[in-house]
């Protein structure tokens, strides 16, 4: 969203457990935008946020047509997609992080899913069978058009973008082919 609207941007690293690093923020998750003494938190409000404060710069949500769009793919991506890399990439995910986090990360998704990592992970194929499904809307949409917001991407396209980006930081799995126009 900030290299849409050309804002520059400084990252920190974060772990699980640094609670404290974001308390500031009023809630315990990323991502956490701070500009000056303005803080917005969660993707979604941090793009109608960066729209609503530099409305000179391009576009990020264009419209009632646009938000409906957007928040369409915000749920797409949570529901579709990332519903389905979660279970396949669960243990790279565990085995990625640092060791000061894999104690809280196993406790807290073990209490959400009510099972072990390991028993609540698929392997890869099955990961990409469900992800082949799971993204049949968005290829069809893809092969007609080179964005989902049509002729250039928004945040709509980011936001999809994402859970891809997500998935290819903490996993050296396949759950895309190459030949897929998602891949692309």
Not at 103 to 119: D, I, M, N, P, Q
Not at 157 to 165: A, N, P, Q, T, V
Request: aromatic share 10%.
């Amino acid at each position: 969203a900030c290299a849409h609207k050309g804002l520059e941007l400084e990252t920190l690293p974060w772990h699980f457990t640094e609670k404290e690093t974001i308390a500031f923020s009023g809630q315990t998750l990323v991502p956490v935008l701070v500009d000056g003494d303005h803080v917005v938190t969660d993707s979604w409000r941090i793009a109608e946020d960066l729209d609503q404060r530099y409305p000179d710069r391009p576009i990020l949500i264009e419209g009632e047509q646009g938000r409906a769009l957007a928040n369409f793919a915000r749920h797409f991506a949570q529901t579709a997609i990332s519903a389905v890399a979660f279970k396949a990439v669960i243990l790279d995910i565990y085995n990625a992080i640092g060791e000061v986090d894999r104690a809280y990360f196993r406790k807290t998704r073990e209490e959400r899913f009510g099972k072990t990592l390991e028993s609540f992970a698929i392997s890869e194929e099955e990961g990409r069978a469900q992800m082949r499904i799971a993204l049949s809307p968005l290829r069809a949409v893809l092969q007609e058009q080179p964005f989902v917001n049509g002729a250039k991407p928004a945040w709509a396209d980011y936001c999809l973008f994402g859970s891809f980006m997500w998935m290819r930081n903490v996993s050296r799995k396949k759950l895309l082919m190459e030949d897929d126009p998602v891949f692309a």
